[in-house]
């Protein structure tokens, strides 16, 4: 079988494997967690920075 015969095996194989998995919709789930992440400490990240600061500042000499 030529090269050519073998990749067109291969897409049509390929395309019924239930083993497959759904990459789009890990690498979605991924992608909407780091913008939650990132929106979070957008919000959050002056008021945990005085908190820090707080603590640092009683903690110190």
């Known amino acids: 079988m030529s090269f ?3 990749a067109v095996m291969a897409l049509r ?5 239930p083993e497959r ?3 789009p ?3 979605m789930i991924t992608l909407m967690s780091a ?15 005085g908190l820090f600061n707080q ?3 009683q903690v110190s000499p």
């Open 55 to 57: 603590a640092i500042d």
């Open 35 to 49: 913008v939650l992440v990132a929106a979070l400490l957008a919000i959050a990240g002056p008021a945990l920075e």
């Open 21 to 23: 998995g759904d990459v």
């Open 4 to 6: 050519l015969g073998r």
């Open 13 to 17: 194989l390929g395309t019924d494997d």
């Open 25 to 27: 919709g890990w690498v």
